[in-house]
Antibody, heavy 121, light 108 residues
Framework: EVQLVESGGGLVQPGRSLRVSCAAS????????MHWVRQVPGKGLEWVAS????????LYADSVKGRFTISRDNANRSLFMEMESLREGDTALYYC??????????????WGQGTTVTVAS | SYVLAQPPSVSVAPGKTARVSCGGD??????VHWYQQRPGQAPVLIIS???ARPSGIPERFSGSNSGNTATLTINRVEAGDEADYYC???????????FGAGTKVTVL
């Protein structure tokens, strides 16, 4: 079964850091680009970051550029996002999603169930 | 930044046709992807690259894209189609991915 499972979310104080992870199974992880997308409860979807299959291309939304770092470990079929200088506005459900392509030019065809990040004092 | 405009809501009777629009500057030159998100669930890709239906998506769902508007069409609407629908594009001008604000489809 093709599956993505996020973990690592939690409650963190403003200004602190957090690392979320996504474990992939059931498909050739190393062949696909991957994304992080977040959603504030009751609101819409917001793209956060993307990484190509070989990590040669990495892109960030302006709202997180310079604070978040996306990375992947193809050997261990895992996707990560290191989030620094967290703000209350970063509070959201964070989804890991697979791109249809290796270069992140397709739709996002597999999604995890998300991990919740809450930034509050 | 590139903006995708979707109507906040669309209402449709069972068995009828729902159309959800997604407006953007010259969106016809971009590939549009559509997602369905039921309450409490993760999004599901239902249309990719304007018109392609991923495996397992019913033929009742179709997409089109031309000029400044892309459209998701749901034929023979069922109660289970009640959900939020999002359009999304890759914006090569700004190297980012843009989602529309979403349209809530209500089945009367």
């Amino acid at each position: 079964e093709v599956q993505l499972v996020e973990s690592g979310g939690g409650l963190v104080q403003p200004g602190r850091s957090l690392r979320v992870s996504c474990a992939a199974s059931g498909f050739a992880f190393e062949q696909y680009a991957m994304h992080w997308v977040r959603q504030v409860p009751g609101k819409g979807l917001e793209w956060v970051a993307s990484v190509s299959w070989n990590s040669a291309t990495i892109l960030y939304a302006d709202s997180v550029k310079g604070r978040f770092t996306i990375s992947r470990d193809n050997a261990n079929r895992s996707l990560f996002m290191e989030m620094e200088s967290l703000r209350e506005g970063d509070t959201a459900l964070y989804y890991c999603a697979r791109d249809e392509s290796g270069t992140a030019t397709g739709g996002m065809d597999v999604w995890g169930q998300g991990t919740t990040v809450t930034v509050a004092s | 930044s590139y903006v995708l405009a979707q109507p906040p809501s669309v209402s449709v009777a069972p068995g009828k046709t729902a159309r959800v629009s997604c407006g953007g500057d010259n969106i016809g030159s971009k590939s549009v992807h559509w997602y369905q998100q039921r309450p409490g669930q993760a999004p599901v890709l239902i249309i990719s690259h304007d018109t392609a239906r991923p495996s397992g998506i019913p033929e009742r769902f179709s997409g089109s894209n031309s000029g400044n508007t892309a459209t998701l069409t749901i034929n023979r609407v069922e109660a289970g189609d009640e959900a939020d629908y999002y359009c999304q594009v890759w914006n090569s001008n700004n190297f980012d991915y843009v989602f529309g604000a979403g349209t809530k489809v209500t089945v009367l």
